[in-house]
């Protein structure tokens, strides 16, 4: 069974950057597209990023596509979310997800993920 532990977000300032890892442990990410989603205060969960389960491409949210990126390092069984230009409206929590199938390039519902982390929180001040 997969267990997935979230790092790296914290308090910031508007404009600000911040990196977060995902560490997937029990089994390996390879072969399988990873997620990032977040959730707001009142808010639905929201889907931010995705990485193909080649890591040959990406797939973001159109309010963050601009402003973050996504990667992974299968040796280390770790995806990435790099967040630059961080605006308050990015504050939540955010997740990693592992997805239910094998060698999918896009899976952006969560409906289409079955293992969550337990988030990490992005708070941005103005």
């Known amino acids: 069974q997969v267990h997935l532990v979230e790092s790296g977000g914290g308090l910031v300032q508007d404009g600000d950057s911040l990196r977060l890892s995902c560490t997937a442990s029990g089994r390996t990410i390879r072969n399988y597209a990873m997620g990032w989603f977040r959730q707001a205060p009142g808010k639905e969960r929201e889907f931010v990023a995705v990485i193909s389960w080649n890591g040959k491409s990406t797939y973001l949210a159109d309010s963050v596509k601009d402003r973050f990126a996504m990667s992974r390092d299968d040796a280390k069984n770790t995806v990435y979310l790099r967040m630059n230009s961080l605006k308050p409206a990015d504050t939540a929590l955010y997740y990693c997800?592992?997805?239910?199938?094998?060698?999918?390039?896009?899976?952006?519902?969560?409906?289409?993920?079955?293992?969550w982390g337990q988030g990490t929180q992005v708070t941005v001040s103005s």
């Open positions: 997800a592992f997805p239910n199938l094998m060698f999918t390039v896009k899976p952006s519902e969560p409906s289409e993920y079955h293992t």
